[in-house]
Antibody, heavy 121, light 107 residues
């Protein structure tokens, strides 16, 4: 069974940093591209970042470019999101999501349960 | 960025009704369109990919159609467990963008 479990969320002050983790199991993690998607409280979904299976290709939404860094450790079956210079508008539930695979990108076939990041003074 | 306009933003229907949600892209996205279901407090779930392909294990009462800029998502016979918010998502261009969501309730 595919499982994605996020951790690392919490309360942080504006300008602060946080590192999210996503532990994957039930599939060959090193064969799949991965993503982070966020959802502000009571709002819709926003794609944040993409990383290919080998980490050779990385993309970010403009709203986080230069502040967030996506990475992965295939030996540990883990995905990460380093978030720096956090702003109030980064407050959201952050989901890790697996790419379906094949030639298409950013079709999210499995999602974690999410971890809440709250940016507030 | 490609804007995805979803309508209606909410709807109320009776069990057994046919429910239709539309999604319009601000430019041609071919068939690079997915539909997700999100129940309260839960992560989204992929229902339809490439505009009309049913994800494995998803009931056949869910369907999708369309190409270019106009897409439709249909629940042929609404069930109580279908109460959720539904989102379309384009992946023709990055950033991938989502529609604003349609909240489906039981009348």
């Amino acid at each position: 069974e595919v499982q994605l479990v996020e951790s690392g969320g919490g309360l942080v002050q504006p300008g602060g940093s946080l590192r999210l983790s996503c532990a994957a199991s039930g599939f060959t993690f090193s064969s799949y591209s991965m993503n982070w998607v966020r959802q502000a409280p009571g709002k819709g979904l926003e794609w944040v970042s993409y990383i290919s299976s080998s980490s050779s290709t990385i993309y970010y939404a403009d709203s986080v470019k230069g502040r967030f860094t996506i990475s992965r450790d295939n030996a540990k079956n883990s995905l990460y999101l380093q978030m720096n210079s956090l702003r109030d508008e980064d407050t959201a539930v952050y989901y890790c999501a697996r790419d379906m695979g094949g030639t298409a990108m950013v079709i999210f076939d499995y999602w974690g349960q999410g971890t809440l990041v709250t940016v507030s003074s | 960025d490609i804007q995805m306009t979803q309508s209606p933003s909410s709807l109320s229907a009776s069990v057994g009704d046919r429910v239709t949600i539309t999604c319009q892209a601000s430019q041609d996205i071919s068939n690079y369109l997915n539909w997700y279901q999100q129940k309260p407090g839960k992560a989204p779930k992929l229902l339809i990919y490439d505009a009309s392909n049913l994800e494995t294990g998803v009931p056949s009462r869910f369907s999708g159609s369309g190409s270019g800029t106009d897409f439709t998502f249909t629940i042929s016979s609404l069930q109580p467990e279908d109460i959720a918010t539904y989102y379309c998502q384009q992946y023709d261009n990055l950033p991938s963008t989502f529609g604003g969501g349609t909240k489906v309730e039981i009348k």
